[in-house]
């Protein structure tokens, strides 16, 4: 049943657009006062306790369950109760046991994916400081209601969402909720009633869950609960379920199908049997043992581990897989949804462009770190150094060195100041020798409305002033002297806006003593110059995105940032190309689904999204038919993560809500380990193939021995106990050595896999078939002579038929590649399990104490070499397919670029 959610007190529709006072009229509230505690009780169970409320929550119990109706793991059941009836303990176990780690790896997957609520629940603050009845108290952020008057100051988390009333340099930290990195300033003053379709934009709102980095404030509670920004989240992160993975799919149909044949087939090989006058009894245990060596019971635990095993060569590659099924999954992925910030970027503003009046300048370096290379100009230039030095005085970040070699400079404090500072130090300024040379006497701190920092520092007996800003802030302020400068600056700067740069002016001013009142003496500033900084890209991400449309895949930038500043860090990737599109998130507003779905695949940036957009830009390329990965490190990412084919969540930056939702986790927050974990994903579904293309083609060799012997009027070729050694161990150790094969040479270089393609697809069923029959007529042909010539005939079709199965499995290492290039090194565990396994076959025949077991006869030297030279077509047949198919290849493409050539009549 779905609870009711509590909605905002009637009357108050976009609060960020009315003034403070109206709203808190409208909520009844006193402005001094707050709220009554008898009103405030009227209201909390009128309207619900400020909670996120789970709906359609699983039980341990339930989710443990599920786990066993899988079809096929339904047939394996099936399958351990007919053997223990036959009295074949030993399978009955090594089947049943396949069946509980399946179950037990199944539970524990789903049971951590639905924490993502838990995570969300812990991110709302368990107390919170309210005025009611005239009297600060402090009071359970579940009992807090709409007309509350709030309390915020630094370290607090916002109980609810408020309309702040008071706002004191108050910033709060916002990232995990509209994905932008710095802390908001936040202001009193009502906004545009437009201003509702982002949550970065509503500047007078404190919402729910997020942190106060700086200031204080007070604001009147508008909305709780899930009517929060922190609770429509929440619902859309349980609307919005992960469905099964395409893996999952296609391994659910094809344990239906092989389940279907082998009943057939047992039916028709009992009533040959019998018709033939074979003992019921023996032709029962025949038809049984056929069914399970026709079920591929090692399927399921064959996946488990090569899944297991590429989540930890992800993990060497710092992708850390939470969901072992979204390891194969990446393997299909067609497009990839990046945020910007620490993904694509260094998540480190830096300063990449300087103008003073005289010169210009680019500069260049790593994050944080106080070195760097500076070009342009055609000297020194006095202007430079004052820029550093005002710099680094109006600032109060701390630069801190690398904690160890190889670990990056850092900051304590604001990212745009620890640029100025990183600036100041390439350029010779040291910012611990401005403070020591320049004492700060007094100053103003960044206010978001005067959108400028002023700090006053002792010089020589005078007072300095050092500015810094937003460029239409200090114009105003300009000494008149100094005009022709700011007009030019004012250029200059909307050339670097325009290639996505963040823009501050840099100016000073002098005076001879310190001024009674630093408001009244800020005008009369002269310009130092401009500073152009971004986050920029990581080293890797541009290559890494190139790699990604090699392969076939189509990267897309989702950001909370501006259109400007993501149009310029994309086109440095790769990801914005010549007539693709930008589209923020109020021009996505404006559209329909069907205007949306016309251009959605020439969008390849979206700046200043919202939650509910992210998901719409998942669900309209999940619409398009396309396997869809989305990265993301908020609490507002969540809901599309979860939504996502693939969610990837972030390791560094990541919030614990976003990292639940995930189906994987970067460790680096690198773009490029994405890509890393793609080819991880084809190289693991390429495994599967493999494994099935050799259990389906050896289960058919089986199945055609013994389906066609009463047909060609021979003797059931095998006992029971040989269909079930050969089910066991030839099937199973190859098998499972075939989930290790390295990555072919091409992986990155051919398109994703379509979804819709079946696990039989690309001529795999055509290959089981042909090649189980040829193994089928190989030993049925070696049945007939042995009968013929009086040889012991028997054994040699039990070790032919297991002999053939080895050799396919050398043979289908590549579908295209053959061994001999291959070669035997590049995956030593199969060429273990096969010597193993040969080992084993010959023990079988020729020791007395596994004669009695599995019935065999030593066979004479000649008739042994009959048998290994018969069990070498299957690998040449196979081979020879691969050669025919190389040669075809090679004639299409020279076809192929024959035709594209260019005319030169």
């Known amino acids: ?11 108050v529709i976009r609060p960020w657009a009315l003034e403070a006072a109206a709203v808190v009229e409208a909520l009844g509230t006193d402005p001094q006062a707050g709220l009554t505690g008898a009103e405030a009780t009227e209201r909390l169970a009128r309207i619900g306790p400020n909670e996120l409320v789970e709906r359609g929550h699983k039980p341990a119990w339930w989710l443990l369950a599920e786990q066993f109706t899988n079809t096929m793991i339904i047939v394996l059941v ?71 008057l709030a309390l915020l100051e630094v370290g607090d988390m916002v109980p609810a969402d408020l309309r702040l009333i008071e706002s004191v340099s108050l910033r709060i930290n916002e990232a995990a909720l509209t994905g932008e990195s710095e802390p908001a300033g936040k202001t009193v003053e009502a906004l545009p009633a437009v201003t509702d379709t982002l949550l970065a934009d509503q500047r007078n709102i404190a919402f729910k869950g997020t942190a106060v980095t700086y200031g204080r404030g007070a604001g009147v509670v508008v909305t709780t609960g899930m009517a929060t920004a922190l609770g429509r989240i929440a619902g859309l992160l349980q609307e ?135 070009e342009g100009g055609d000297g020194a230039e006095p202007l430079l150094d004052r820029l550093a030095r005002a710099a680094a005085a109006c600032n109060d970040a701390v630069l801190h060195g690398p904690s160890r070699p190889g670990d990056p400079w850092t ?97 000073e001013r002098r005076f001879d003593a310190m001024p009674p009142h630093v408001e009244d003496a800020e005008a009369g500033l002269i310009l130092l110059g401009l500073v152009g900084m971004t986050d920029p890209p990581r080293p890797e991400s541009a290559a890494a995105v190139a790699a990604a449309r090699l392969a076939g895949i189509t990267p897309i930038m989702i950001t909370g940032d501006h259109a400007l500043t993501a149009q310029a860090i994309a086109r440095r990737v790769g990801i914005l190309r010549d007539r693709e599109l930008t589209l923020t998130g109020a021009e996505l507003e404006t559209l329909d689904e069907a205007a949306f779905d016309r251009i959605v695949a020439d969008v390849a940036v979206y700046a200043r999204t919202n939650p509910e957009q992210k998901l719409r830009i998942v669900q309209a390329w999940k619409t398009r038919g396309a396997v869809v990965a989305m990265t993301g490190d908020g609490v507002n990412d969540a809901p599309a993560l979860k939504l996502a084919d693939i969610g990837v969540a972030m390791g560094i930056t990541g919030t614990e809500v976003s990292k639940e939702a995930a189906d994987m986790v970067l460790a680096d927050d690198n773009f490029a380990t994405i890509v890393a974990a793609v080819e991880e994903g084809r190289r693991i579904y390429d495994n599967i193939r493999r494994f099935v293309r050799y259990l389906l083609t050896t289960n058919s060799g089986e199945i055609w021995v013994m389906f066609l012997a009463p047909l060609a009027g021979l003797p059931i070729p095998l006992l029971p106990v040989h269909i079930l050694w050969i089910n066991l161990v030839t099937d199973g150790l190859p098998a499972l050595a075939l989930g290790v094969e390295p990555a072919e040479h091409d992986t990155m270089r051919r398109p994703p896999r379509p979804t819709s393609e079946s696990i039989f697809g690309r001529g795999l ?38 002999l053939l199965q080895l050799g396919h499995a050398l043979a289908v290492r590549s579908e295209h590649e053959s061994l001999f290039r291959l070669g035997w090194r590049t995956n030593l565990p199969l060429s273990a399990a096969v010597v193993a396994t040969v080992a084993i076959q010959l023990a079988i025949i020729y020791l007395p104490a ?17 048998l290994l030279a018969a069990s070498t077509l299957a690998f040449i047949a196979v081979e020879l397919e691969k050669w025919l198919g190389r040669r075809r290849a090679r004639s299409s493409s020279r076809s192929s670029s024959g035709s594209s050539a260019p005319d030169d009549r």
């Open 850 to 866: 596994l004669q009695s077991i599995f019935e065999t006869e030593a066979l004479p030297p000649f008739e042994l070499g009959v």
């Open 411 to 507: 900051i304590t404090g604001d990212p745009t100041e620890g640029a100025l500072l990183a600036l100041a130090g390439k350029l010779g300024v040291s910012h611990l020798d401005v403070e020591r040379d320049h004492p700060r006497l007094a100053e103003i701190a960044f206010d978001p409305a005067r959108r400028r920092m002023v700090t006053l520092h002792r010089d020589d007996g005078r007072v300095w002033m050092a500015v810094k800003g937003a460029l239409e802030a200090l114009v105003p302020l300009g000494h008149p002297e100094d005009q022709e400068a700011w007009d030019r600056a004012q250029v200059a700067a909307e050339r670097y806006a325009a290639d996505g740069y963040r823009v501050l002016a840099v100016a």
């Open 240 to 374: 919005h379920g992960s469905g099964p993975t395409p893996l999952q799919r296609r391994l659910s149909a094809l344990g239906k199908g092989m389940a279907a044949v082998a009943l057939v087939v047992c039916a028709i090989v009992f009533g040959a049997g019998v018709t033939r006058g074979e003992p019921i009894e023996l032709m029962f245990l025949t038809a049984v043992s056929l069914a399970v060596a026709a079920i591929p019971e090692a399927l399921p635990a064959v996946v488990t581990v090569a899944l297991a095993l590429g989540a930890q060569r992800m993990a060497r590659r710092r992708a850390l897989v939470r969901k072992l099924p979204a390891v194969e999954t990446l393997g299909c992925v067609n497009i990839v949804c990046s945020d910007k910030t620490g993904t694509l970027t260094q998540n480190r503003m830096l300063v990449e462009r300087v103008w003073t009046p005289a010169q210009e300048y680019r500069i260049e370096g790593i994050g944080y770190e106080p070195v760097g290379r500076i």
């Open 765 to 802: 069923w055509q290959h089981a078939l042909w090649v189980g029959l040829l193994m089928g007529g190989v030993s049925l042909s070696i049945q007939a002579a042995a009968l013929d010539l009086g040889w012991h005939w028997q054994t040699m079709v039990f070790s032919t038929l297991a």
């Open 78 to 148: 099936i399958a351990a109760v007919i053997t223990a009836i036959i009295g074949d303990l030993k399978d009955t176990l090594v089947i049943l046991a396949i069946v509980a780690l399946n179950g037990v790896i199944g539970f524990i997957q789903e049971y951590r994916a639905e924490q993502a609520m838990a995570a969300l629940r812990q991110m709302t603050s368990p107390s919170a400081r309210v005025i009611r009845d005239g009297i600060v108290r402090v009071v359970p952020a579940a009992e807090i209601v709409p007309g509350d």
């Open 1 to 11: 049943m779905t609870m009711p959610t509590p909605g905002p007190t009637p009357g």
